[in-house]
């Protein structure tokens, strides 16, 4: 695989990973060093540089500043890099440095966001004495969903006779079976017996007049080493609450529009053309 497939990859994998964690990360320095090494060496592939320098042009022409297509590093190339690298506070030296491609990367992604397909919520309850049946998307409750939030969508059917709930949970190419045993099943709720994890406890919760699925899961670490490595310190229980896919297609559509604010250089006679406010 090409150096550039490979740092094109890993700036992907880190900036997924940063989305998903907030805290403090040990581990990013070190990264970084590894992945500007990379760098330095795209830099000395004749093609590989070329395709990297014609690959910012289009995506610097797309922000607003001005390049054509070269795939060479001139004097146009040069000045809309300096006009970016002031626009996002970077050194400003008009190079295609690691600091400055990095940057280029995340604000392309940023302006070409995956639409959430998921399915609106749905609680069918007409013959809750034999049969439930719910479907929606898992979303942490309590919080909001941004745009890293990852879409999982799921569905849920319960049968009384069997004492059983089984949730499929789609991926992105596996879907994934959890069989739940049903512990209490009466006029307003179905509560499932927690399944033992590797490293937590899991159980489902429905409520009827509320109309709300939850899932809660509790740390419960059996290899406390190999645990922490993988999730962290054990914590608060984690709760999940199925609701709408469109709260994610909102979270990502209104992260696009913030990135669109910021990346795009869009003169003012231009805003005032197509009506668009000025910031």
Known sequence: MPLLCVLLLLVGQISFAQGKSKGPDSGRGTQDKELEQIWSEVRKDPKGWASSVLEAQEDLARFGYGTIFTAKLDDRTKEALRAYQAHNSLPINGDLDYATWTQVQ??????????????????????????????????????????????RPVRIECFKASHMCIA??????????????????????????????????????????????????????????????????????????????????????????????RILVIPAEARNLAGLQNH
Not at 219 to 228: L, V
Request: aromatic share 8%; hydrophobic share 30%; charged share 30%.
């Open 168 to 261: 499929a949970t789609r991926g992105e190419t596996l879907l994934h079976l959890e069989y739940f045993d049903v512990e209490r099943w009466d006029k307003y709720e179905i509560a499932t017996r927690p399944d033992d994890l590797p490293c937590g406890r899991e159980y489902v919760q429905i409520s009827r007049p509320e109309r709300t699925v939850l899932t809660i899961n509790t740390a419960a670490y059996k290899n406390r080493d190999a645990c922490t490595k993988l999730f962290g310190p054990p914590g608060e229980p984690s709760v999940s609450k199925l609701g709408d896919a469109g709260k994610l297609r909102e979270a990502r559509a209104k992260a696009f529009r913030e990135a669109s604010d």
């Open 106 to 151: 995340h604000d392309s992604a940023a302006l070409n966001p995956a639409t959430p397909l998921g399915p609106t919520y749905m609680f069918n309850d007409s013959d809750w004495d034999n049969v439930l049946t719910v479907e929606g998307v898992w979303l942490e409750q309590g919080k909001e969903p941004s745009e890293s939030t990852p879409l």
